[in-house]
């Protein structure tokens, strides 16, 4: 009888949470990430290797397209690189990257799908970016790829609100045009 009261209460205690044990990491995987803390590029290659098909795996069912979660995957190891001194090490290493994998894929749906063409090809909205002048593609990149408010464009740039609105919308619609004579 007194088992099976044990048991009850154990299972009531893991349904509270109380019976949850914290996450330790291996002593491998402490060495491996402080190495990855004081910038080691061996530690870094050897994250690549290690999780670098979980990431792509992850990203490449978000995205939908080879070429995107190519991109995407290769810019969560840079950020992995750059911030993991923001690693607390209270959860799985594997979970932090993974999280910030997903962020990655979320930022880029959402850009995809403000670009002004529909499906269009990436190299022609690159090439139609390159086609304006220095000021406009400046504005376009600030505002469309950097996603920067109106005010923080006008204290990089100098310029008013009203300026900036009305040379985007003049950027947008010569990048507009120019996919127009593309696609024709």
Known sequence: MGARLARARLARARLRGAGRVPY????AERML???LKERDEQAFS???RLYGDKVFNLVYRMMGNRHE???VAQDVFVTVFKTVDTFRGEAKFSTWLLRIAANHCKNRIKYLARRPTEGGDPEEMQRSIAALDEDHRLLVILRDVEELSYQEIGEITGLAEGTIKSRLHRARMAIKDELDKQTR
Do not use: L
């Open 24 to 27: 330790t990491m291996s002593i």
């Open 69 to 71: 979660a190519e991109d």
């Open 46 to 48: 050897e994250i690549v």
């Open 33 to 35: 990430i402080g190495r």
